[in-house]
């Protein structure tokens, strides 16, 4: 099973950048897809990005617009989320989670979740 452990978030001002990390831990890491998840206050966890064991990456369009780039490092058991043009309804809870090979855009379909790092951006 792996872990997950996200890192990178703060606070900038519209326009800035943010790199997450999502470090993993545990066998199978490079058999395994991760996602990109966040979660502003009261509202439920929204899918932003995925890559796939294969470096196949999925995004959600409406809420990337182009901005943000999924990549992984198989070598160091790493994901990153490249995070630029941030805006004020980016602020969220980031979470990166594991499933088994192939990405989905679910929440449910995720095995293994991390514990979140607070992105803000102010205006």
């Known amino acids: 099973q792996v872990q997950l452990i996200e890192s990178g978030g703060g606070s900038v001002q519209t326009g800035g950048s943010l790199r997450l990390s999502c470090a993993a831990s545990?066998?199978?890491?490079?058999?395994?897809?991760i996602g990109w998840f966040r979660q502003m206050p009261g509202k439920g966890r929204e899918f932003v990005a995925a890559?796939?064991?294969?470096?196949?990456?999925?995004y959600n369009e409406d809420s990337v617009k182009g901005r943000f780039a999924i990549s992984r490092d198989n070598a160091k058991n790493m994901v990153y989320l490249e995070m630029n043009a941030l805006e004020p309804e980016d602020t969220a809870i980031y979470y990166c989670?594991?499933?088994?090979?192939?990405?989905?855009?679910?929440?449910?379909?995720?095995?293994?979740w991390g514990q979140g790092t607070q992105v803000s951006v102010s205006s």
């Open positions: 545990g066998r199978a890491f490079n058999n395994t897809a």
């Open positions: 890559i796939s064991w294969r470096g196949r990456t999925i």
């Open positions: 989670a594991a499933r088994p090979t192939y990405s989905s855009r679910q929440v449910t379909a995720y095995e293994t």
